[in-house]
């Protein structure tokens, strides 16, 4: 079955780049698109970025300076660096899996990995 | 970006009453809306795509619905396993954007 599961860090220092990898199981990262979305505590969901079955990437402007996503086909991982992370960074990242019709729909998503930005 | 207005920002209803979630996008996005609920502690679940095409395995008491660039989740018949948060999402352009949420308690 379609899975997808976050993993890094749980805490990060201020100014410091966050690195997280996106497993997926149950389907190729080169037939559908993976996108991060992130969550801050008790807040709202902000889409971050996508990374397109053929490779190429697409990122929210608010982000594009300090992101970056990336992957690995033989791993079936999907990568996200963001650098320069402040305390308003800290947040539940996610990643999950767009719908194979509709752009941007996102029909699997990963549990999530917390991450505090914080001295 | 196309900014999501939703509304309410938080509702409580009775066991078995129907509510009614609203989203109004700045502008047209073609019906390339979907609704998530998300429980605490969880990630956001798709309930329904294309403004009102119900995804598989969502109970029918949920429905979308919509007016121009106003759109609408409707719950009917609340069960206790609804209590949730509800977002709204549009994927007609970038970035991509969610509605702030709507708590849905269950008195």
């Known amino acids: 079955q379609v899975q997808l599961k976050e993993s890094g860090p749980g805490l990060v220092q201020p100014s410091q780049t966050l690195s997280l990898t996106c497993t997926v199981s149950g389907f190729s990262l080169t037939s559908y698109h993976v996108h991060w979305v992130r969550q801050p505590p008790g807040k709202g969901l902000e889409w971050m970025g996508v990374?397109?079955?053929?490779?190429?990437?697409s990122y929210n402007s608010a982000l594009k300076s300090r992101l970056s996503i990336s992957r690995d086909t033989s791993k079936s991982q999907v990568f996200l660096k963001m650098s320069s992370l402040q305390t308003e960074d800290t947040a539940t990242y996610y990643c999950a899996r767009d719908h194979w019709v509709y752009y941007g729909l996102l029909d699997y998503w990963g549990q999530g990995v917390m991450v505090t930005v914080s001295s | 970006d196309i900014q999501m207005t939703q509304s309410p920002a938080s509702l409580s209803a009775s066991l078995g009453e129907t509510v009614t979630i609203e989203c109004l996008a700045s502008?047209?996005?073609?019906?390339?809306l979907a609704w998530y609920q998300q429980k605490p502690g969880k990630s956001p679940q798709l309930l329904i795509y294309d403004a009102s095409s119900l995804q598989d395995g969502v109970p029918s008491r949920f429905s979308g619905s919509e007016s121009g660039t106003q759109y609408s989740l409707e719950i009917n018949s609340l069960q206790s396993e609804d209590a949730a948060t509800y977002f709204c999402?549009?994927?007609?352009?970038?970035?991509?954007?969610f509605g702030a949420g709507t708590k849905l308690e269950l008195k």
């Open positions: 502008e047209d996005i073609y019906s390339n």
């Open positions: 999402q549009q994927h007609h352009d970038y970035p991509y954007t």
């Open positions: 990374m397109w079955s053929d490779g190429d990437t």
